[in-house]
């Protein structure tokens, strides 16, 4: 049997995890900080698992200089359940925030009148709104993105959905291969575009099927410098990509992530959400006025003010989980000091740099699957001699052979995929590209 040294695995998630970390981990798992009980076994809401999620958000605050007007919430159901919690909260926030200016504005208008009446006016105007001004912007650019977007109209109604870009649309095979140019998204306009403004603009920052990369944040989804109420709120699955490089978290009404590729173990999501969208700022609709409006309420687990009044401790989490995720960036604030998560991406650019550059030195046996500007340094998708599944089958036995793990492409796609994530070392991206060059020299003989 191969040695954990022999094996570099480069599956898509759960993916590799430090050494050091689990080495920790096995010790944290028998008899943590000397209590003589293990980790998961202590209490959530002991003492000791409050401080393990101090520790955690103040290393996340840390790696991304996150400002204080954004709160850091730790919740599970993965990003999939993320794809619903968004709907729900967001939604929920545009409804208040269209209820209160609406009562503003009736109220001064109809000065003296009984609040039945005027109440009876605000949910008018709301349903008005709802119909004709309600849509959530999503750019659909890979599987998850799509499928986020499919989510949303199984939700509210595909009537309120805009899918502003489809990249399928520009591929001949209707394949994810490319971004759109932004001149060409359908955005909802916003207000100071003369517009209604949409409840949130979502995309997927990496997407791990497809291998495609948002390569900066998008132009056109700058502040416009109007109302916080009236910007764009942007929202970003970053669960493959994040801390692998920089991100401006101002840019961002709310990002989420799955901790099973750069993070931590699986069961654990995190979520970094603008403080304003959360009570006291902003109230969470009463369930009985989304009903009457004839949008859904969703499970209480999934409620961001729910979560972030309770510490993100309303059920029980796994504090295991949380601590496996905060050792992990304590190795990266430990290992680049300073530089924080910009060392990281320093490597991993690298790392995507040499993989890529061997697979264009052989364009005859290796085909990258996505335009170049848009190539995913997470996830490297290749066809092997255009897709044979012979040849494929011949050279992931080959990678298996040499201890390279994990680069069978996902199932919907096929190919090669090489998950490039950050607990992959430098070394190991190098011994894979050896391996990606010596099976394509054999091809000449």
């Known amino acids: 049997m191969p040695s954990r040294e022999e094996i570099t695995y480069f599956g898509a998630g759960p993916a590799l995890l430090p050494t050091s970390v689990l080495q920790a981990a096995s010790q944290a798992l028998l008899n943590f900080d000397s209590t003589g009980l293990g980790l998961a076994e202590h209490s959530h809401r002991s003492p000791l698992a409050n401080q393990v999620l101090a520790d955690t958000k103040a290393n996340l605050k840390n790696l991304l200089d996150i400002p204080d007007d954004y709160e850091t919430l730790f919740m599970q159901a993965g990003g999939s359940g993320e794809f619903s919690a968004v709907v729900y909260n967001l939604v929920g926030a545009w409804v208040e925030r269209r209820r209160r200016k609406a009562e503003k504005e009736i109220l001064a208008a109809e000065e003296g009148k009984p609040s039945d009446a005027v109440q009876a006016k605000v949910l008018e105007r709301l349903r008005k709104e709802v119909a004709e001004e309600l849509r959530l912007d999503y750019l659909v ?172 401790l309303y059920n029980t989490l796994s504090i295991f989980d949380v601590w496996v995720a905060g050792q992990v960036m304590g190795e990266i604030l430990g290992r680049f000091g300073v530089q924080k998560v910009s060392g990281m991406e320093l490597v991993a650019n690298e790392k995507a740099r040499t993989l890529y550059g061997t697979l264009d030195q052989w364009p005859s046996v290796y085909q990258v699957v996505p335009s170049p500007s848009v190539r995913s340094r997470m996830n490297i998708c290749f066809r092997v001699h255009g897709g044979d599944a012979e040849k494929e089958k011949e050279w992931l036995k080959g990678a298996e052979e040499r201890g390279l793990m994990g680069l069978k492409g996902h199932r919907s796609v096929g190919g090669i995929r090489c998950s490039n994530y950050n607990s992959i070392p430098l070394e190991g991206a190098k011994k894979l590209a050896l391996y990606l060059e010596e099976y394509a020299q054999g091809q000449k003989s």
């Not at 961002?252 to 979520?271: D, E, R």
């Open 141 to 312: 650019t890979g599987s998850w993105s799509l499928k986020a977007s499919q989510e949303a109209a199984r939700l509210i109604g595909a009537e309120h959905v805009n899918v502003a870009v489809d990249a399928r649309k520009e591929s001949d095979g209707g394949k994810f291969l490319t971004i759109p140019g932004e001149s060409t998204w359908r955005l909802t306009p916003s207000k100071k575009e003369g517009g209604p403004g949409s409840a949130f603009v979502y995309y997927c920052d990496n997407e791990t099927v497809d291998g495609v990369e948002f390569p900066s944040f998008p132009k056109c989804l700058e502040s416009q410098g109007g109302d916080e109420e009236d910007e764009r709120l942007i929202v970003a699955d970053m669960s493959s990509n994040i801390l692998s490089r920089h991100v401006d978290v101002k840019k961002f009404a709310l990002i989420f992530a799955g901790a099973q590729k750069n993070v931590g173990t699986t069961g654990l999501t995190l979520l970094i959400i603008r403080k304003s969208l959360l009570p006291p700022v902003t109230a969470s609709p009463s369930p009985a006025l989304m009903r009457s409006l004839n949008l859904p309420n969703g499970p209480i687990v999934l409620d961001y003010p729910t979560i972030a009044k309770n510490n993100s």
